[in-house]
């Protein structure tokens, strides 16, 4: 419990309580938590809510020179650890954030439907099964052993060969081209984007509106200032990067024969953006739903 609530279990070898394991860094704790457990007819919910509840719990994450100099690996939680989000909350989030996540528990699994072996036609079908990508929450997807979806084996899923107690926690580039390139996440951009048109027609400000919508449903804060400016730079320059692409300038006119100007670093990545959802994107090729796609796909792959 300790474990997925702070990110580091009391004992660091979750998968090793003996002696050939790391011992508690916490021992009095750990032994305090177990007699709680016992003593609270073994709810977990009770423990959960103890811990939430506490001070440790509810400290802040931010940064503090003199504490890290101490304690650079946070073992004594002067802080709260900064956690990543698991490869199931990424994908479930970014369908919250579309709109298009499926809260309802799915009737069985979709294994059932795979009759006999699994080679030939059987295993052709279980793979057609598998890819099926339906828009209920990760938890209720199917797992076989050798065929975890790319969208959680890529933010490293747990082995399913094996009981894992703590996973791994990679920063690698497959993560960032998952984000960028795969038909799953761009169709959840557009998705995400066409709700923000709908939710706030166009008007005076929608643009700024949109822009505060995206972050509160992407990231639940609300953008800076300076977040907001960049964003409307971001989709301007989409925008003249699309109609460019179609032989106009910005204003939608034919070209003038004149020499054409250097662009800025943003209008090149603004390019390439649009060069790339180009193959993959399932939205119309209106500049103006193809930016706001791309700028929610940007939320998609912030760090944040």
């Not at 860094?25 to 305090?32: N, Q």
């Not at 990508?133 to 199917?142: E, I, L």
């Not at 082995?159 to 497959?174: K, L, Q, Y």
Request: with cysteine.
């Amino acid at each position: 419990v300790w474990l997925h609530l702070f990110g580091k279990g009391l004992v660091p070898t979750p998968d090793n309580f003996g002696h050939s394991g790391v011992p508690p860094t916490h021992p009095e704790l750990l032994d305090w938590l177990a007699v709680r457990l016992v003593d609270g007819k073994w709810s977990t919910k009770a423990l959960i809510r103890e811990l939430v509840l506490s001070r440790t719990y509810r400290l802040e994450s931010a940064h503090d020179d003199r504490n890290a100099e101490k304690d650079p690996d946070v073992v004594w939680l002067w802080r709260m650890p900064n956690r990543r989000l698991e490869a199931e909350a990424i994908r479930d989030a970014m369908l919250a954030a579309a709109g298009t996540l499926d809260r309802t528990p799915p009737a069985g699994s979709v294994i059932n439907y795979a009759e006999g072996g699994l080679r030939g036609d059987n295993n052709r079908m279980l793979q057609q099964l598998l890819t099926d990508n339906r828009p209920v929450r990760s938890v209720y997807m199917p797992i076989v052993r050798d065929r975890v979806p790319d969208s959680l084996g890529v933010f490293d899923f747990a082995e399913p060969s094996f009981v894992v107690g703590d996973r791994d926690e990679t920063n690698v580039a497959t993560q960032a081209l998952y984000l960028m390139n795969d038909p799953g996440v761009v169709g959840a951009a557009d998705a995400f984007a066409a709700r923000l048109v709908q939710d706030i027609p166009d008007g005076r400000n929608a643009e700024g509106e949109r822009i505060r919508r995206a972050f509160e449903l992407a990231l639940g804060r609300a953008p800076s200032g300076a977040e907001v400016s960049a964003s409307k730079e971001f989709l301007d320059d989409f925008k003249k990067a699309i109609v460019a692409d179609g032989g106009k300038d910005a204003s939608g006119r034919a070209g003038s024969g004149e020499p054409p100007r250097q662009r800025r670093p943003r209008e090149r990545l603004a390019e390439r953006a649009a060069e790339r959802r180009g193959g993959a994107s399932r939205t119309s090729g209106d500049p103006d739903t193809l930016a706001w796609s791309a700028f929610c796909q940007s939320l998609f792959q912030t760090a944040e």
